[in-house]
T-cell receptor, first 114, second 114 residues
Framework: DTEVTQTPKHLVMGMTNKKSLKCEQHMGHRAMYWYKQKAKKPPELMFVYSYEKLSINESVPSRFSPECPNSSLLNLHLHALQPEDSALYLC?????????????FGPGTRLLVL | GNSVTQMEGPVTLSEEAFLTINCTYTATGYPSLFWYVQYPGEGLQLLLKATKADDKGSNKGFEATYRKETTSFHLEKGSVQVSDSAVYFCALSDQWGSQGNLIFGKGTKLSVKP
């Protein structure tokens, strides 16, 4: 089973709202990732968690706040977003975050900020 | 630094035509190479991978061979179907890179006409 699940599938929010994206995997992976993908572009890495610790933050604005409650779950808390934050948000996981690993992606959450 | 270059799209083919999508890479070490596919409105799916020189990855009729001498990982399929219409991303993961170091090409959109 190489499934990564994400909820919700679609999300519309205003600039003053607070919402959360959720990601779950049951492959026993110890590394989890958040990516942002704009239309017609490849995914851009936002955050990496390895063994439930934040190991990479790619200079992401503080209105995005990641959380890894346990090795199977990854959340992305959203607050005071801007319309330009509208995008597809992808979660991925891999064995433990070391080099040359295969990352498995979820179906994504399509976010629209009004 | 590491990079991936893919042929620019879009690529439009008739059903049962032969497909080649070119991908070349630059890497400091000995990367693993991947092809991911993204169907309309969906997340990324791993299509195939190769972890060392001369390895051939294959899946669903698609093939790609890791060519170290030409630093290439071209994607091929002998007979495409309408259902293959999607965006294809070539990517690498380098053992010497940092965590989350999946480097993507820009993507190639494939449209297959009946």
């Amino acid at each position: 089973d190489t499934e990564v699940t994400q909820t919700p599938k679609h999300l519309v929010m205003g600039m003053t709202n607070k919402k959360s994206l959720k990601c779950e995997q049951h492959m026993g992976h110890r590394a989890m990732y958040w990516y942002k993908q704009k239309a017609k572009k490849p995914p851009e890495l936002m955050f990496v968690y390895s063994y439930e610790k934040l190991s990479i933050n790619e200079s992401v604005p503080s209105r995005f706040s990641p959380e890894c409650p346990n090795s199977s779950l990854l959340n992305l808390h959203l607050h005071a977003l801007q319309p330009e934050d509208s995008a597809l948000y992808l979660c991925a996981s891999s064995q433990d975050g070391s080099g040359q690993e295969t990352q498995y992606f979820g179906p994504g959450t399509r976010l629209l900020v009004l | 630094g590491n990079s991936v270059t893919q042929m620019e799209g879009p690529v439009t083919l008739s059903e049962e035509a032969f497909l080649t999508i070119n991908c070349t890479y630059t890497a400091t070490g000995y990367p693993s190479l991947f092809w991911y596919v993204q169907y309309p409105g969906e997340g990324l799916q791993l299509l195939l991978k190769a972890t060392k020189a001369d390895d051939k990855g294959s899946n669903k009729g698609f093939e790609a061979t890791y060519r170290k001498e030409t630093t290439s990982f071209h994607l091929e399929k002998g007979s495409v179907q309408v259902s293959d219409s999607a965006v294809y991303f070539c990517a690498l993961s380098d053992q010497w890179g940092s965590q989350g170091n999946l480097i993507f090409g820009k993507g190639t959109k494939l449209s297959v006409k009946p």
